[in-house]
């Protein structure tokens, strides 16, 4: 892709992006909000995102346009998934206008981006249609518990079970499938679950997906002894319906998959604790205010905004992204317990964002 200024005839780049561990730039992950409606308490706990907890103003989020560009900037530099998140992205309004121009956008070679969502479901009853509609392509649904009291201490605003799985409906009637099930565990709150939520999600197409606690941010109050391992997990559902690995559906991929013998569908294991996998990461996150993290575990974030809002063109909003991935060397999951001894204390950036 060629650009002009003044008269000097300017390259964006149109191949892949390594960092210094040539890892490539291939995901990009969007935050368009800091608010959700939920207040998960291993996210945004009461405690710290109560009603004194100032938001965003909306000027200071990126604006949509803003988050067009750089997307299509991305795309030169080999990004080709992208994934909306929050905050709950579904309350961002015009979310649908979003999708629509992202899906407008193409590769170098002309193929489509793959754009995806992570939602808690809320809004999915009056939203899918709209956005499966403006081309998105799936969505990703975060669900810790099948038991209304836990869900409820869970999401801890008294959201019922009953309203998620009505999203979850809407999603595969409107073709936002397969709808895949996030679900963080932890220790001593829904481990017992494990069996339960397989044998739920067992044989109806949606795609169960079990995540370790992680430590990100620090208002989650963290400790490792609360982190149920994937390997217990996968041993755990294997001893009731016997599993067999699968290869992973793209490059960077963060689940480990496995599959039902008797081929009743699949689960997944994220192992960001146990079993590190930096060195295949792909991803780098943008926040709600334009901040650029190539770690989910980042402490700091490169202002993005300030470039986008300086009059910079494409070709140096693009060099700016070169240098910050090209510099890139986060390995923080592999490196975590050194680090954990080390850093106590250090300021972490909080999931809610910085998007899952």
């Known amino acids: 892709m060629t650009l002009r200024e003044g008269g000097r005839a300017r390259q964006l780049p149109s191949t892949g992006l390594d960092d210094r561990f040539e890892r490539q730039l291939?995901?990009?992950r969007i935050s368009v909000t800091d608010r959700c409606n939920f207040?998960?308490?291993?996210?945004?706990?009461?405690?710290?995102f109560g009603r004194d907890y100032v938001f965003l103003e909306r000027d200071e989020l990126?604006?949509?346009p803003e988050i067009v560009r750089l997307a299509r900037i991305g795309t030169r530099l080999g990004v080709r998934k992208l994934r909306i998140t929050g905050g709950e992205p579904l309350l961002r309004k015009g979310i649908e206008e979003l999708i629509a121009e992202l899906a407008e956008l193409r590769t170098p070679d002309g193929a489509r981006?793959?754009?995806?969502?992570?939602?808690?479901?809320?809004?999915?009853?009056?939203?899918a249609e709209a956005l499966k509609a403006a081309g998105l392509q799936r969505v990703t649904v975060s669900l810790d518990s099948l038991d209304e009291e836990r869900f409820q201490a869970i999401n801890d605003v008294r959201f019922p079970l009953a309203r998620v799985f009505r999203g979850i409906e809407a999603a595969e009637s409107a073709g936002l499938?397969?709808?895949?099930i996030n679900a963080v565990l932890k220790r001593g709150v829904n481990d017992h679950e494990i069996v339960s939520l397989a044998e739920h999600f067992r044989g109806t197409g949606r795609i169960l997906r079990f995540i370790e606690f992680m430590d990100v941010g620090a208002s989650n109050d963290w400790k490792l002894d609360e982190v149920v391992p994937s390997a217990e997990v996968v041993r755990t559902v294997?001893?009731?319906?016997?599993?067999?690995?699968?290869g992973a559906t793209s490059p960077g991929e963060t689940a480990k998959r496995w599959r039902y013998r008797d081929g009743m569908g699949e689960i997944g294991v994220i192992s960001s604790v146990t079993d590190a996998f930096c060195g295949s990461c792909t991803r780098a996150r943008v926040s709600a205010d334009g901040r650029l993290f190539t770690c989910l575990f980042a402490d700091t974030g490169f202002d993005l905004r300030s470039v986008l809002r300086s009059g910079a063109d494409d070709a140096e909003v693009a060099a700016a992204l070169t240098g910050?991935?090209?510099?890139?060397?986060?390995?923080?999951?592999?490196l975590r317990a050194a680090l954990t001894a080390r850093g106590a204390g250090r300021e972490r950036i909080e999931m809610s964002y910085i998007g899952g």
């Open 26 to 28: 291939r995901d990009l």
């Open 39 to 48: 207040r998960c308490v291993y996210c945004m706990p009461k405690e710290i």
């Open 62 to 64: 990126l604006s949509f």
């Open 113 to 127: 981006l793959d754009i995806a969502l992570t939602t808690n479901a809320s809004a999915l009853p009056v939203k």
């Open 177 to 180: 499938g397969p709808v895949k």
């Open 238 to 246: 294997n001893e009731v319906h016997p599993l067999e690995p699968l």
């Open 324 to 334: 910050v991935w090209r510099a890139r060397d986060d390995r923080y999951s592999e």
